[in-house]
């Protein structure tokens, strides 16, 4: 079998890429402190387990970014001659369905609670030396809990829109809104502090929904990449508009008559075919064909791997020219 | 976004104005101050002794010095714990004590102290006996708590009910106040920890954090009073 080339980063990418994953490190790095942290404070509040669930869950993304990096970059061999890019989207697959499960047990779990009405006991540690009530040492590690977070994320964000990285948008958008979840869990223990018990399970249960939602953006977004779907754009899931350049690029070159693109997205990545009606008139169609190849990927540095298949008639493509020539 | 965090940090910022924090939903202190405490309990000496209605013993001295500071009195109900816990789910009950401990699985729907007082149980031997560095083989006695054997067995050592304990001419199993208090020598092997708690309706944080700050307050004077009342 003749395997695929490999996908190789433009250099500028390459830097940005790099960056990228550097702070994917940092992320790794602050969330464990924020999770045990967040453990030791927890105590009987459902908000704080909410929250400390959702910090948990937000390691794997990092993870498995990073875990997909190495497999990305990896030769495509006899094996898998379509290249190993494919384990970044499973990867991404299996967090997002670990968001959708652990949120809806989640949200199970809080709302069952607030049903049963029961009351969350909280009372007092000795910290540094005094005898403080558990609420505080909860809120301020619900406010330590938000910051590197939200300014990761802000950090990533404009990163995967250049490397377009929808696994890594996903991971920075969730990030940023860990503000959200520190909010609701002050309002919760707050609200527990107010003598309203009630607060703390509202809080949680809104915690869980945002998870839950989170799970499901991300399960559709993931299964749509994995179904090969149309290119889209990285924030606002829209179409990409690199077909139709393709296709009018490709209509420009003087051999080529009219041609079709089928594009479909592979990761941050574009690979498909092309399908041309090579112009009537004296010329190399096989050198010319190579060069296309070549040249294409200079339209947009996502475009890999483009095979260019010269047909008779564009209408009928693939199945149905099979069919008539039987 | 901006907006919405500085309201709420207004908001978080006022709470410590609108009175003591945190408060209690059922209102437990308020009405406890200047009015009726209402206490579970169970013997268990030393902790809680039974006097007709009224109830002596370490715990209920606390809870009779934490009334007065409230001005409140005290209404004894004697019963056995597993009630007094109901009563407390029910805010029948205002506080439960008997010399119980953080061993159990109640702690999930009621409120707990934590831990005020923490007594080693550990092997003690009689002044004048020779010093042992393990019980594996020999003989000791236990007087309480009903597990002790279990614990004794688990070393290897065979268990003997003795009473009194005092009496028992060679090593023992006792909490560490009353190997202190009967002038034994405390050999060093603790087996288990028994960790003193109190119970309080499930939520009334306002309550539990005085109820809390007072026992822990008092932690000292209960070890020289255990050690007082060990030759008893």
Known sequence: MKPRERFEFPPDKERLFRRAMRLEWWTIFFLSTIVVVMYLAMGNSQAMKAAWIEDVLSLVPPIAILTAARFRNREPDSHFPYGYHRAASIAF????????????????????????????????????????????????ALAYSAIAPVILGRMKLPLAAELHDKAMHADADMNKADWMTALAGLVGVGGIALGLWWADGVAAAFISFEVVRDGVKNVRRVVSDLMDSEPTTVSKSRPDEVVERLETWFRGLHWVSDARVRLREEGHVFTGEVF???????????????????????????????????????????GEARAESR | MTAVSLLALVAMLSIPSCGPIPKDPEKTTERILAGTMRVGVSENPPWIRRNGEEADGIEADLIRSLAQTMSARVEWVWGIPEDHYHGLEKFEIDLVAGGLTAETPWKARVGMTRPWVEVPLTVGVPPGHAEIETIDGSTVGWSSPPHAPAL???????????????????????????????????????????????FVPPGENRWLVRVERFLLEHEAETWQKLREGATR
């Open chain 1, 93 to 140: 697959l299996c967090a997002a369905v670990a968001l959708l499960a652990l949120g809806s047990y989640m949200l199970y779990d809080s709302l069952s609670k607030l049903l049963k009405a029961e009351h969350p006991t909280i009372g007092t540690k000795t910290v540094f030396g005094h005898d403080v009530w558990m609420g505080w040492v909860m809120m301020a």
């Open chain 2, 152 to 198: 004794l067995r688990e070393r290897g050592a065979v268990p003997v009910r003795v009473d009194p304990l005092r009496s028992h001419g060679g090593p023992v199993l006792a909490p560490a106040w009353w190997v202190e208090g009967n002038g034994w020598t405390d050999a060093g092997l603790i087996l288990d920890h028994e960790k003193h708690v109190m």
């Open chain 1, 276 to 318: 041309v009606v090579p112009a009537k008139g004296e010329y190399d169609l096989i050198a010319e064909m190579a060069d296309a190849t070549k040249k294409s990927s200079a339209v947009d540095w996502r475009i890999w791997d483009i095979v260019i298949m010269p047909v008779a008639d564009l209408e009928k493509t693939g």
